[in-house]
Every structure is written in C-alpha cells, then in structure tokens.
C-alpha cells in the first residue's frame, strides 16, 4: 500500500545530494510519462472519458492539443507535441512548455 511521507521526511529524500544530482532527469522522466498518458487519452476510446473526468485541466490540456501530432523522435527521447504557431508553422513543445486554462 502507498502511503505519503510526512513533510519532514521528504525534506530529506529531496534535500539529498542524490536527488539534486538526478532532478532535471526525473522532472524529463515524469513529463514524458505524463506526455505519453495524455496521448492516450486522446484516443477515441479514451477521449470522451477523459473530458468528463473530475479534472478540468485534463479536458482544458485535451482541448489545447487538439489533434496535435505528438513525437519522440528526439535523441534525448524526449516527447514533443507539434502546435500551431502565430505564423502558420507547427512549433514543437513539451508538455511542461504548453500553456492551458482550464
């Protein structure tokens, strides 16, 4: 079973040289896990679910998206989405760099 830490304990874990050396790759790691659900939210089957669950910032990020392309080709396999740009062009984006309001 889960159970969250107590404030003083995650003080700790987060204050240890361990994890300030290893932050921006699991800040990477929790985007593109949260890049890769959202994509999947986006499929037909999912979608409608999706948009009616208790989050509105999930139905206001499926709204942004739209249906952007979304890729990893990046060698750093990091995910992209591909948005529309002012001048017509597509921009890619991570999710952590695409602003919603929901």
């Known amino acids: 079973m889960y159970t969250i830490g107590s404030d003083q304990a995650t003080s700790v874990i987060t204050s240890s040289p361990w994890a300030e ?5 699991h800040l990477r790691a929790g985007i593109n896990l949260a890049s ?9 089957g999912a979608i409608h679910r999706a948009r009616s669950s208790q989050y509105p910032r999930v139905a206001a990020l499926l709204d942004t ?12 396999g990091d995910w992209y ?6 001048d017509g062009t ?13």
């Not at 890769?36 to 037909?44: E, F, S, T, V, Y």
């Open 81 to 86: 989405f591909i948005l529309p740009a002012p």
């Open 36 to 44: 890769w659900a959202i994509d999947a939210l986006r499929h037909p």
């Open 90 to 102: 597509g921009r890619r984006q991570r999710l952590d760099q695409i602003a919603i309001t929901p």
């Open 21 to 25: 050396q290893t932050r921006s790759s």
């Open 65 to 76: 998206l739209g249906d952007a392309p979304a890729e990893t080709s990046d060698p750093s």
